[in-house]
């Protein structure tokens, strides 16, 4: 089952500072969402993409989806302390058909943003 | 709302025990499914259902079974289980729609010794 597959695996960064996270899939997709995980609690949506946009803002988040690359990257302006967290890019890779919904998940990258 | 529940929170098997794992959610979600997330890992589905008394298979079925006799509710079975099963264990249900984002519980931390 396609995968998809986060760099960098560890980020840490000082608060203020941009937070870039990618991720890379290897078919096609009906849209790729983005979670967020904080330590030992539920996955969190953060935003969708659909197929047929490339870019997405939502507060002090920017997410680009590049389809003919398979990639996407995931933006988080002026970081936080709170911000720290496992993020994880997740695919809908119906392409046509019906997958029910069903996502594949990267592996993640986990973000420390330190005071 | 309490949107996605999971009971119990955490949990320790000794191998061979069964055990299930129970998933509520109130927002009246036509789909629902059961993760697995392993250590460095993303999460993999087990099983999904796309609605009462319908349930398939996900990535990681082996050695699991599942069940959604009532629409808020779906279940997740060990019969035997094994310490290839220790684990954290989501939950997660969505609208039934094009654009789906799916609402996650807290999980459950199981460990097979």
């Known amino acids: 089952s396609q995968q998809g597959e986060e760099d960098p695996q560890a980020l840490s960064i000082q608060e203020g500072e941009n937070a870039t996270m990618n991720c890379s899939y290897k078919?096609?997709?009906?849209?790729l969402q983005w979670y967020r995980q904080n330590s030992g609690r539920g996955l969190v949506h953060l935003i969708l993409?659909?197929?047929?946009?490339r870019e997405k803002h939502s507060g002090r988040l920017r997410v680009t989806l590049d389809t003919s690359k398979k990639s996407s990257s995931l933006l988080i302006t002026a970081s936080r302390a709170a911000d720290t967290a496992s993020y994880f890019c997740?695919?809908?890779?119906?392409?046509?058909?019906?997958?029910?919904?069903?996502?594949?998940f990267g592996q993640g990258t986990i973000l420390t943003v330190h005071p | 709302n309490a949107g996605v529940t999971q009971t119990p929170k955490f949990r320790v098997l000794k191998t061979g025990q069964s055990m299930t794992l129970l998933c509520a959610q109130d927002?009246?979600?036509?789909?629902m499914y059961w993760y697995r997330q392993d250590p460095g890992m993303g999460l993999r589905l087990i099983h999904y259902s796309v609605g009462e008394g319908t349930t398939a298979k996900g990535e990681v079925p082996d050695g699991y079974n599942v069940s959604r006799l009532k629409k808020q509710n779906f279940l997740l079975g060990l019969e035997s289980a094994a310490p290839s099963q220790t684990s954290v264990y989501f939950c997660?249900?969505?609208?039934?729609?094009?654009?789906?984002?799916?609402?996650f519980g807290p999980g459950t931390r199981l460990t097979v010794l």
């Open positions: 078919t096609s997709i009906n849209n």
């Open positions: 993409i659909r197929s047929n946009e």
């Open positions: 997740a695919t809908d890779d119906r392409a046509g058909g019906t997958s029910y919904g069903k996502l594949t």
């Open positions: 997660a249900s969505s609208y039934l729609n094009y654009y789906n984002e799916q609402f």
């Open positions: 927002m009246n979600h036509e789909y």
